[in-house]
């Protein structure tokens, strides 16, 4: 029998933040049952007359040019009008959930903020979100794909964010390494493990890149290899129906030792598995020449034309264990919110529906390699039609949403803090991988009140 102990959401955030590491929810989907409810109208406060109203925005750091990029968007929209006064924040995404729990906590969060949907659920939860459907209008709402705007609609039926950033994964490789070696597309376990014994050299060259950091992935790589385990044709869910995890499942076991067998059987990796962040290391090293395999999303297109724009490369769906399988591939979505401690709701989405207009939202295409949420974005000519566009569409109709879960009140603290630190520890040789699995299995459902 499962048993919830109840928390106001004032105790949860000073935890959180006396912790640092917060009991975070993994999904963008509220519970059904929350452990409180918080009627809301959004009441505007009247500014000061002739005075302007302040709002911030704090935006995660994607990339080296995410600050110049959202910062003259936040330029032209100060420029389009004279009544509100826009300020921009950007953090890394590493320091982002806690400082934004400290912000929360102390009554002081941005107005506005783009935020993981771990996040996002984690403070629908709790009664810190801003439901949209009252302040944007239906008309405004048309322009987007359904299926992204239903992603951000939680179980009382209320719209809490916009979709911001969608990613499917993709495996990108040396082709010309793999050419020059006569060497298969990296479409199988077998064939990772061939290209890599041949063209693993350190330092000069890795094959195979992968993390359990936390740094800048969120079990990114373990979630790899259970796409190749299960398949595109088989169950993605880490879930029973009744709730509990499948992680000590054999699938689940199978999937955290190829993770271990590349590190310590075929030794094709890199050596800073449990430290490396896959942004801050493990995309540099490729476009530096130096990776011959990454697992990485559909962002990284656009910095290797700027970073290696020489470089031959090809791109694949994340291998699968067997040939013959459907490959299968997943998105860690994240959304931009209005924090509902704002006191100037109804400037905070003028602000919104300015940052998704359709010439900011094709920019931000264009920029980050993202698969546009709009759809006369995803239609304009100028959203290059390549293979690069084409391929990541083709793969959303395998994709699986990671954080889809039914405990977003916990999953961070279960599956990113609990349950990757077991899978890194089994990577280092510390534990077993059937270790990992089982101890975590164990925890998790303790955690969920089984």
Known sequence: MKTTKKMNRREMLRLMAFTGAGLAAATYVAPAAASQTFAFEAPNAVPPAAEKVSLRLMVMDYDENMKPDTQAVVDAFNASQDEIE????VVSWGQGHDILVTQISGGQPPDLCNVSAQWLGEWDAIGEVLPLDDLLSKEFLANFQPSSIKAFTNKKGQLVGMPYFLDPRAMYYRKDLFDEKGLKAPETWDEVIAAGKALHNPPDMIGYGQTFSLKSDSLDYWWYAWFGVIGGDGNLSIWKEDGRSRLAEPEAIEATQWCVDLTQK???TNEDYTTAGRDEELQPLFYAGKLSMLITGSWFPTLLKNNAPDMVYGLTMPPV?????????????????????????????????????????LAFAKQRGVIPERIDVGMDPEYAVSDVEKFFVKSLETAHNVYETPWPENYYQTLNLGFEVEVARAVAGEIT??????TSAAMIDAANGF
């Open 266 to 268: 075929y030794k094709i």
């Open 86 to 89: 826009l300020k921009l924040d």
């Open 321 to 361: 264990k067997t040939a013959g399988m459907k490959p299968a591939t997943g998105f860690w979505p994240d959304a931009l919110i209005i924090f509902k401690q704002t006191k100037y709701p109804k400037h905070a989405a003028k602000v919104l529906e300015f940052l998704f207009s359709k010439e900011n939202r």
């Open 433 to 438: 991988a059937e270790e990992a699995c089982k």
